[in-house]
């Protein structure tokens, strides 16, 4: 994230640089007016921070330049005068907010965080249109998750098994490394072994010819095929047919197959994706499923932790789903109060964060206002149940603290107001729990 700071006191300057790369911004520098235009012209920042005072350029008429060239960069002002008429004509003139100085390091830290995240955000809803998947969350196993993505896209024919309960995302992750490989161009074709009856499974994966049964009258590609020098992805892999798992095996060792009724071998070249949200190696046990099928997916397994697992990224998931699905209602919702936050937090979700997502949604639709509260949301009362029994009172303050952690953005005097605590009780409490910094600064 890129922060340009316009600001011509060198020692106000440099204690704003000292604390952003901190908490690892980009830092940029100009101490005049006519600089700082240059730079943003240059490096299109994220954020501004503007000293309404410049030596050449009236901060005001900046800020104008800056918003009609970069009109996605965040104003922020900071005037030592307090000027009330300046401030209003800034945030007319588009200015997110204003500081007065001498700058609150810690509150200006909060501030721009929550910033940055709605950036993050804006650029993944961006993505999404354009048909790219984002990973939302700053817990470890997300960032962790992240990481194993980024590497599976550079090894572009390694075979992967996606594991993960229902709703977890194992078909984003499979999307998301597709489309970081050097196969994202072509073909991601996916199908779902769970919803297509036995008897048409195998036709649709591997094609068939003319006459090879009653109804085939012309020969029909299958999807591999359709997906060569692209992605196979293979969801609820657990239900694909014994028979079947026998050809496919072949498929994975040869790189060659045939069309049902077909005496030619068709070489394909594509990565093959399985997910499944059962028990594979429980399967084999059990003989329905091949061992050495198993094996061959399993060269590199990747496991998505559930929802109730990175309780910390539920504020977070929840801000996304409710900026896209506002976007799609043409409906303006301002984000959840904390009671809502609260509750989602403490929720089991047993659909993870597909059921998130179908609860924010209903939520919106029932909301009348403009804020979604507790009301709005309708929680399985079993599964709140359920939760409640499985967890200590240690447990729930602990992911409590978390969340409202996330919720501040990580900013501990922030989180200790919401929680109603002292900072000092609140430091004890993070010790005490053993719970990590995920931000430089928290």
Not at 40 to 64: F, Q, S, T
Not at 87 to 96: K, Q, R
Not at 123 to 140: A, D, T, V
Not at 374 to 400: C, F, P
Request: aromatic share 6%; glycine share 6%.
């Amino acid at each position: 994230m890129q922060i340009l700071i316009i600001e011509d006191d060198s020692a106000i300057q440099l204690a704003l640089r000292v604390f952003f790369e901190k908490k690892n911004y980009e830092v940029l520098l100009a101490d005049t007016g006519a600089k700082g235009l240059d730079i943003a012209g240059k490096n299109l920042p994220d954020i501004v921070l503007l000293d309404l005072r410049l030596p050449d350029i009236y901060g005001l008429e900046l800020l104008k330049k800056i918003k009609s060239d970069r009109p996605d960069s965040m104003v922020y002002i900071m005037t030592a005068f307090g000027e009330v008429k300046d401030v209003i004509d800034a945030i007319n003139l588009g200015a997110e907010n204003y500081f007065q100085k001498p700058v609150d390091l810690e509150e200006l830290g909060a501030i721009i965080d929550r910033s940055s995240e709605k950036i993050k955000l804006r650029q993944e809803l961006m993505l999404c249109k354009r048909g790219l998947y984002p990973i939302i969350g700053r817990s470890k196993a997300v960032q962790g998750l992240i990481h194993l993505i980024n590497l599976m896209a550079e090894n572009h024919s390694t075979t992967l098994l996606i594991q993960g309960e229902t709703g977890t995302g194992k078909e984003l992750v499979a999307r998301n490394i597709h489309s970081l490989s050097m196969r994202g161009e072509n073909p991601f074709v996916d199908i779902n072994c769970a919803s297509i009856p036995d008897n048409i499974l195998e036709s649709e994966i591997f094609g068939y010819e003319a006459g090879a049964f009653t109804d085939a009258r012309s020969a029909k590609k299958g999807l591999l095929e359709i997906a060569d020098k692209g992605t196979l992805f293979l969801d609820e892999i657990a239900e694909m047919p014994l028979a079947t798992q026998a050809k496919f095996l072949r498929v994975i060792e040869t790189k060659t197959f045939r069309r049902l009724g077909g005496t030619k071998d068709i070489k394909v070249d594509m990565r093959i994706i399985a997910a499944t949200n059962k028990d594979l190696a429980n399967a084999v046990h059990n003989n329905y499923f091949r061992e050495d099928l198993y094996y061959r997916l399993n060269v590199m397994p990747i496991t998505i932790p559930p929802l109730r697992e990175r309780i910390e990224d539920i504020p977070l998931l929840a801000e996304f789903f409710i900026t896209e699905i506002a976007e799609n209602m043409a409906k303006k919702i301002k984000p959840l109060d904390r009671e809502a936050v609260e509750a989602l937090c403490s929720y089991r979700w047993p659909g993870n964060i597909r059921e998130l997502r179908n609860v924010l949604e209903r939520a919106m639709i029932l909301c009348r206002g403009e804020v979604l509260t507790v009301q709005n949301l309708v929680l399985s009362a079993g599964s709140t149940e359920e939760n409640a029994a499985a967890l200590t009172l240690k447990d729930v303050e602990r992911l409590h603290i978390k969340a409202i952690l996330s919720l501040a953005a990580n900013n501990r005097t922030k989180a200790a107001n919401m929680l109603g605590i002292a900072r000092s009780t609140l430091n004890e409490k993070i010790k005490s729990y053993n719970i990590p910094k995920s931000d430089p600064e928290i």
